[in-house]
């Protein structure tokens, strides 16, 4: 009787707690830059216990105190479930506690890792529209089968709702990745792979892997100088590491609208299955760039608290379709939001309102061009081709604003309001309910003031400000179309 007394207490400790696996992301991340010189030790030593525990006691007392710390936050850090709600406690012995109603929950997601794959593990995280918590309202590292026992039940639904499922084409993920693929992002992580392989093998290995490179690519290249081909090595190498990054996340990507939810699957090394709620869907944003313009292709973007929170996802529901089809996966996914027409829409006599920013930046890349050649006379043709690499993004933006010029406007029917806007290289189509906007506003600069024309800033709900800019609009024109529509300006 006793030891079923016992089994049960420690079967509900442990249904309280986070999987074990969790242990390990509560130590120092640098951890292991102790332990490799353990290892070493112990193998130098032909694994003489005594001789390594003498020698290097300091080392393994710190490991120690940290994995017990570790261990401790384990134990402390639990939550509790019932059918309407869970609550998290957190902090030191748990003091602090973090409980949210399921009726309050905008997105619930499980995230399962290569690694934690192995020890049947799954992070999940739900999130509300408590604008006091940047972060996630709630992570917590649980047991797969755990995991997707709470996700039922913050999710529950009749299993006889209506089902549509949208997947994406595995050539459309090729062009998707190939479009959406951040080359300065990429960047960061191979600078970051270079420099904590050098920390585990040698301080000079990023050194000596891009010498070797450049060395073989300049034999093709001897004209080019050797800093271009480091800058070209990086950027290239940054480039792909991000390619096959969007390629792993968005792979076997799958939404599916079931009743009143949205449930999105992708991921290859990491397992994705994010739920969202239809009516805590603040708007969804067709997104383009020029290149897809022209081909006829879009993506889909959705703002939803928590979906797209965590580092380097795109929140879409369709990473890429065409221009043709997009309207009948909209209905199919989100039938409640209808997309008006724009109505006030800019045109030829904007065009120079669009690109003098662009011109302007384009023509200060020669002034700073012959600054730094009468600065350093010795670096003439690198600065020549590192000048020309800089004018290449200001010719495209240019490019970019002057297409911009015709398909910036905006438009309301009597549920929604229609956004056509350029930020940047992207263009955007965004569709919000009326209902969801918090605030519009009028803005001029001094040269705006003086040629009778604004731009229109609508606000929209959100977990943090989030604000849409339409410019370059005849004044009138659009204080009308605000007034019109029951916005106060």
Not at 80 to 94: A, L, Q, Y
Not at 234 to 248: E, H, K, P, R, Y
Not at 300 to 314: A, D, P
Not at 380 to 404: G, H, M
Request: charged share 20%.
């Amino acid at each position: 009787m006793k030891m079923n007394k016992l089994s049960r207490r420690v079967r509900g400790f442990f249904r309280h707690r986070q999987h074990p696996i969790k242990i390990i992301s509560y130590t120092s991340k640098t951890m292991w830059l102790l332990l490799i010189p353990l290892v070493k030790y112990l193998i130098a030593l032909r694994f003489d216990v005594r001789s390594w525990l003498v020698t290097n006691w300091v080392d393994i007392v710190a490991i120690s105190a940290i994995l017990g710390f570790a261990f401790l936050r384990w134990v402390f850090i639990y939550f509790e479930i019932d059918d309407k709600s869970i609550t998290s406690h957190t902090g030191f012995f748990g003091l602090a506690a973090t409980m949210v109603k399921f009726e309050n929950v905008t997105t619930v997601s499980s995230h399962q890792g290569s690694l934690q794959r192995l020890f049947g593990a799954t992070t999940l995280y739900i999130d509300t529209n408590a604008r006091s918590v940047t972060k996630t309202d709630i992570q917590l590292v649980l047991p797969a089968k755990r995991a997707e026992h709470i996700l039922r039940l913050i999710t529950d639904e009749s299993e006889q709702a209506v089902k549509y499922t949208f997947e994406s084409k595995k050539r459309s993920l090729l062009a998707f990745s190939l479009f959406f693929s951040s080359t300065f992002s990429g960047v960061i992580i191979f600078a970051g792979i270079l420099f904590e392989t050098s920390r585990i093998v040698d301080r000079n290995i990023e050194i000596r892997l891009l010498n070797t490179a450049a060395g073989e690519i300049s034999k093709f290249t001897e004209k080019i100088p050797m800093i271009i081909v480091y800058v070209a090595l990086v950027i290239i190498g940054g480039w792909l590491l991000s390619f096959a990054a969007n390629l792993m996340r968005y792979w076997h990507f799958c939404v599916t609208r079931h009743g009143g939810r949205l449930i999105v699957r992708s991921g290859i090394w990491t397992l994705r299955n994010d739920v969202m709620f239809q009516r805590d869907i603040n708007y969804y944003d067709i997104t383009r760039s020029l290149f897809m313009r022209v081909f006829r292709m879009c993506t889909v973007n959705v703002s939803c608290t928590g979906y797209g929170k965590r580092r380097s996802e795109i929140p879409t529901i369709a990473p890429i379709t065409t221009d043709a089809e997009v309207g009948r996966t909209l209905k199919m996914l989100i039938p409640k939001v209808d997309c008006p027409e724009p109505t006030l829409i800019t045109g030829k006599r904007e065009i120079t309102k669009f690109i003098w920013i662009p011109c302007m930046v384009f023509l200060c890349v020669p002034v700073i061009r012959q600054v730094f050649v009468l600065v350093f006379p010795r670096w003439v043709s690198e600065i020549n081709i590192l000048s020309f690499i800089s004018s290449v993004p200001c010719v495209w933006l240019i490019i970019v604003k002057f297409f911009a010029s015709f398909k910036t406007g905006i438009g309301f029917n009597d549920d929604c309001c229609v956004l056509d806007y350029c930020k940047m290289y992207t263009f955007h189509r965004l569709v919000v309910e009326k209902k969801k906007i918090t605030r519009a506003a009028i803005l001029q600069t001094w040269f705006q003031k003086r040629a009778g024309y604004c731009s229109i800033q609508i606000c929209t709900e959100n977990e943090k400000h989030k604000t849409h800019m339409v410019k370059h609009l005849p004044l009138d024109a659009a204080v009308s179309i605000l007034r019109t529509n029951g916005l106060s300006v």
